[in-house]
Structure formats: C-alpha cells, structure tokens
C-alpha cells in the first residue's frame, strides 16, 4: 500500500489551474434563461400585493414566478424534510415571511440583466409584525434542542455535589455570534427539464441527497433526477443541506419550459442558505486544588428560526473531553426570525471548543498549574458520558509534541510579561477534537480497454482532495501508477456516496474503493483463468496475481497477459465490480474521536489594541492521514477559519428588521494573507483499525476546534485581559 499517506499532488488541479473544471454555474446549456432570486425587505408578516406588471413587461422577462402563480406543491412542498439534505424551504407556497431575506418571486429572462433589472421593478407590499430578534429575550421560553440520537440534555452523575466536591470554581458566560460559510462559490443551480427527467447542476455536498430531496420535494420519482456536481467550490456545511434555489431553479424551468440558471448574490448568502447560529454558553468548572475535575457544567442557548429547529451542539465537547465525575450539558433553541441555521464547519465543537477551552485555561489560571499539566491531569482514558473505550486516541502525544515544537517549555506563564517593541506577545494553548464518522459508501472501480482504469463514486470535492484519494486507494489496491487511473465523481448515476459533511468522505469512502478494487481484480483473474483463449487458462486462482496492468503466474512478471489483452479479445468491454463499505460492526462499541493539540502566539499592539497571530502549532491525532498533502492543507485550512472565528467573523442582523448589516464580503471579515502568520501542522499517524480499514479518520473540521481558544488564551497572556465572546476585536483590547 504505498501511496496511502504520500504527499500526492491533486490529481484536478491542472484542470482547476487552466480552467477546465467547470463549476455548476458554468455549465454550457441550449437555450439556457437566467432566473434571479427576489428576497424579502422584512423579518416577520405576511405578503399583501406584489405588483409584477412592470416586471413582467420588462424587456427579454419569460416570466414571474410568485406566490400567487407558482405551482402548488405536494404537502406545500414539505413532502421531504430529512436533514440533513431537506429542510424547511420557502418555495412560494404561501405569503408568509419569517425572515429578512428569504426567497418571495423568482424572476425569469433571456439575459441576467434583464432579470436583475425586471426584479428590481417588484413593488412589493407587506403586512409587517414585529420581528423577534432579541435572542436573549427569548432565554425564558427556549425549548430543548436536539442532539441527533443522543438526548439533548445529559448528566452523570450528582451535579450539587461535585460542584461542592471543588475548591475553585470557573462560573462564566461565553458568547459566539452568527456566522455565514461564504465559499468562495455562491450556491448556484441549473435545473433543465427533459419531459419529466430533470437534470441538476448544482453547487453541492451531497449530490444523493439534493436528487432525492428535489425529487421528493415535487412529488416525482427519484430516479427522474440526476444531479451532476464534479467541482464544489467549497461548502464549509451550507451545501450539506437543499435549499430553496434548488427547487426554484427546478420550479421555473418547468415553468418557462427552458433550462434556467439561478446563481445566488452574495447578499443572498446571508439567510437563505443557513449559517452558524450564535450561542451563548454557560459553564461552570469544579476542581480541587490539585487540578482534579470534580464537576463540570454547560448549558447553551443557540437561536433557530420560526420555520424550522436547528441545534448548535456546543456541549457536546463537554461530554467527552475530560474525566470528570459529574458532567451535566443542555441545549436550548431560541426561535428567531431569521433564516434557519445550520451546519458550519464542526457545527458544535467549534462553538463549544471556544468556551470549553477559555474555562480551562481560566481555570488552570486560577490553579496556577499549566494549561497541558491540567489537561493531563483530566485526561479521559475512556469516554466520560457513554464509558465506552476509545476506539483510538493518542492526545497525550499530541500534547507532548505539540508543546515541543512550540516551545511551550520557554513560556513565563504570567499575564502580560512579554513585550517586543509596541506588542504584547502571548502564548496560548487548547485541546481540539471531533468525532470520527462514517456511513456506508460506494464506488465502481473498472478496467477500461484503453489501458486505464476508472475509479467513480456518486461523491463530492469539495476542493479537499476526494479525487485524489479515490485515485490513491484505487491505485495502491492495484498495485498501478497513480498515473493509470481516472477519477470520477459528482454523478448520483454513479454508486452512491454519503454526504460531504461530517468530515466522514475519507473514511466512508476509501473503503469502498479499496473494496471495489479488489473485487474488480478478483473478477479479472477469474474470467482470465476461465478465458478458454487466455494463455493462463485453467491455472488455479491462487496461483494468479496481478502486476503492473498484467494477469500473471505468481512470480513469473513474464507470463500471462495484459488485462488490455485479455479485454481485446473480449468484445473490448470494460470489465470492473461496484463495491460497498459499511461502518465496521463494532464501531457502537468504541467512542469515536478525533484529537489534537493548538498552541498560538499572538502579538497585540499596545496602542492599537490590534491582535495577530504570529504563529500557531498544532498536532492531530486523525488515524492514517491518506494525502499528506491535501490532508494537511485541510487542517490548515481549518486553523485559518479558527483565526476568523477568534478575530473576524460576525453577522450583523439589524436589530428591528433582521436584515444582515454585513451582507457582502468587504464587512463580512475573513482572514486573509496577512493575517495568517506562520502554522505547523503535523500528525501522529497511528492508524485507527477498530474505526476504518485503512485507519484513517476523518479531517475536514477538527482543524477549526480548539485553536480559536488558543488565540483567546494566547491574547489573555499577551494582554492581562480576558475576552469571553468572539470575535475579538481591537475595541475590546483597549477597553
Ligand atoms: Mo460540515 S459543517 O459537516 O459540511
């Protein structure tokens, strides 16, 4: 298995740097109409009068879809609520409007200026009721929120005694705002209609769900949808899920009888297609003087919108992270009127790991122990809320290296000891971690008679590397050049794949690969011992292997045939085998995770109150990291979005009509070049045989947990100050 864990360049990126891979909005279609979006100016009411004449009239318009003339959907087009592809969309089914921004008309035309301009010419009158937008307003009648299969609410435990088990005690709030994804790609769909097949291009995480959701969502068979997505221009969790475009797009091809394209405004990514919801989160920490955990609490609120409960799960780090006795964790929702919330990037640990690991460090303060020393001294050996064993877990060396590379051992722990120059300059630390998941996948993996062979999967690239590694594992398996092989993807024609989220594409579908690899190879030595024409006919299975694209005698490189012979002289067909992979059985047994550790040097300027991230170690414990290229590239990735998250990132909602203030990419703050300073990234490497064949866990979020906290803690330490609410902004240095 060589390959497997090599620093592979992306196998796409020559067709990504010459512009030949093409993006759901690029897609050259016959007689294509653009349709554009048209969204409510008002948080909450309902829709009195939409004058469309104007509209309609407008020069080049096919047509204007609204409530009043759009086609009624089966159970009002909530026929296929299953996150997390389907969800609770706005399909013109009514006049209601529950949020600034949500999806009223769809306007059809030749050209995109001519929709643009046709829908800025909608008057639309509103019957307005007071938005709620006051999320602590709503603390006092918050209802549970869910937690997947597990209880929203947990405790081991007795909490009253444990807390009076501590002899010091970290009590606080920490609060983390609404954030929007923005990958670079907006959402965007081409929705064509071939009698009553409709084909899908469509900027997506999971082209499966968005077939079946789509289909559902209009009541017509699944199989009468295709989805095609061979490039995702980053998702981050929006594109997880189908949204109201999807079916618009689909809506008003249909209507206008031509294949329509509707590309999501950047303004528009701000509502329509969820975000992260923003919490606030209490916990309490209970330990004895020497460091011991004797109780741990959290309790958060995270707010939804009217139409449609989404749950940030923050309190889930809690539940695993450390050995206490008594651990107690609730989730409450708090409906707002803004748009439905959703997952973003380690939806829950990102959030959870702000506040978990600002108290730890709060609480180490308090101690005067190091940050590592009471980590360790807490260290769960078992999962501290199930007892189940880990099925793998290596954090202590994670901490251990991690530490070292940084020089950790260097740092004088008092608060604002260190200054260069106009800057304050802190060292800070956390633990990060995410579940390990994984669901059934497949892929075909095929001999073609032109020598090459094909390796496809009804997945999704997100720009992370699945073509990479599909190729890797496909080629490893077979014992090829890398080079030999083509990957395929983005097609719901092809074997089914799960959802891109949850960071389980990897671990889903590596197995599959590999499975349909060997099948594919084991049927190749059987026909070619059955060919009575093959020059090893007859010989024992046992006694064949393949080598270098040739069917031979083990042993004897020299004997045999190429599989391109064996196929000439077989009507020139492709001969290959469709596998699946399916989470191992004893998976339920073990608690599956993910860990690492984030050390973070800040510099803030004295006078500016401005912090920077000068530079930031970090070391995972992710099993088997199959690309060391692309793999660490995502975990990169994801430490430069817990830098967003620590000092940019915000969604401002305006407090009377819910509008995002913010809505565009030059006051939506992300972090750029500069404000990235140097990150090392490594792995332990020690594969995980108890969670995935290949070992390999998944690493598309774990890169976002725990270092926004080591930014925070590295601040507090540079400054004296410490800030509880993200982000943190230069403002709240000088205060
Ligand atoms: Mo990810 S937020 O599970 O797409």
Known sequence: MTLIGEPVTRVEGRAKVVGKAQYAAEF?????????????????????????????????????????????????????????????????????????????????????????????????????????????????????????????????????????????????????????????????TIAEWNGDQLTLHDATQYISGVKQTVARTLGIPDDNVRVLCPFTGGGFGCKGSVWSHVVLAAMAAKAVDRP????????????????????????????????????????????????????????????????????ETSQRLVPLNLGTPTFQRAPGESTGTFALEIAMDELACELKIDPIELRIKNYAEKDPTSNKPFSSKHLRECYTRGAERFGWSRRNPKPRSTKEGREWIGWGMATATYPANRSSA???????????????SGSQDLGTGTYTIMAQVAAATLNLP???????????????????????????????????????????????????????????????????????????????????????????????????????????????????????????????????????????????????????????????????????EASHPDGRVGRIVNNNLAEYHVPVNADIGEIDVSVIGIPDFKFDPLGARGIGEIGITGASAAVANAIYHATGKRIRSAPITPDMLLA
Do not use: C
């Not at 010091?168 to 959402?187: F, I, R, S």
């Not at 989404?310 to 651990?327: C, D, K, M, N």
């Not at 001999?447 to 090459?452: A, V």
């Open 482 to 648: 890398l080079r030999m092989i083509d990957a395929k993807l983005g097609d719901s024609t092809m074997p089914k794949s799960p959802v891109s989220g949850g960071s389980q594409t990897a671990a889903s579908l590596a197995p599959a690969v590999q499975a349909a690899a060997k099948q594919a190879q084991l049927k190749l030595l059987t026909a070619e011992a059955g060919d009575a024409g093959s020059p090893l006919h007859g010989v024992a299975l046992e006694e064949l292997e393949f080598q270098d694209g040739r069917i031979i005698r083990k042993g004897q490189p020299n004997s045999g045939e190429a599989f391109t012979a064996f196929l000439a002289r077989n009507g020139n067909k492709p001969l290959g085998a469709i596998a699946s992979a399916q989470p191992s059985e004893t998976a339920e047994q073990y608690s599956n995770h993910s860990w690492g550790s984030v050390f973070a040097e800040v510099a803030v300027d004295e006078s500016l109150g401005m912090p920077r991230v000068r530079r930031i170690t970090a070391v995972y414990d992710v099993g088997t990291l199959l690309n060391e290229k692309t793999g660490k590239s995502q975990l990169i990735g994801g430490i430069v979005w817990a830098v967003g998250f620590a000092l940019h």
């Open 260 to 327: 329509v394209r509707l590309v999501l405004e950047r303004p528009q990514m701000f509502g329509p297609v969820g975000g992260r919801p923003q919490t606030w989160q209490h916990i309490v920490l209970a330990a004895k003087r020497d460091g011991t955990l004797t109780a741990m609490q959290h309790d958060v609120y995270s707010h939804t919108s009217e139409i449609e409960d989404f749950t940030e799960p923050s309190s889930t780090v809690t539940r695993v992270l450390y050995a206490s006795p008594v651990i």
């Open 442 to 456: 497949s892929a075909l993996v095929q001999f073609e008679p032109s020598g090459r062979i094909t390796v496809a």
């Open 28 to 188: 050259q279609v016959p007689r294509l109409a653009y349709a554009v979006m048209v969204t409510s100016t008002i948080a909450n009411g309902r829709i009195e009068r939409m004058d469309t004449l104007a509209a309609q009239r407008a020069e080049g318009v096919l047509k204007v879809m609204t409530p009043a003339n759009a086609p009624r959907l089966p159970q009002g087009g909530r026929a296929a609520v299953h996150p997390p592809a389907g969800r609770v969309l706005s399909l013109l089914q009514d006049n209601l409007v529950h949020y600034n921004n949500q999806p009223i008309a769809v306007v059809i035309a030749e050209t995109l200026n001519q929709a643009l301009y046709a829908a800025s010419l909608l008057r639309v009158r509103y019957q307005i009721q007071p938005p709620e937008l006051n999320f602590k307003a709503g603390f006092a009648t918050a209802h549970p929120g869910s937690h997947g299969k597990d209880p929203a609410n947990i405790s081991t435990g007795q909490l009253a005694a444990g807390m009076a088990a501590g002899e010091v005690k970290v009590d606080q709030v920490y609060l983390t705002p609404l954030q929007n994804h923005n990958p670079m790609e907006p959402h965007a």
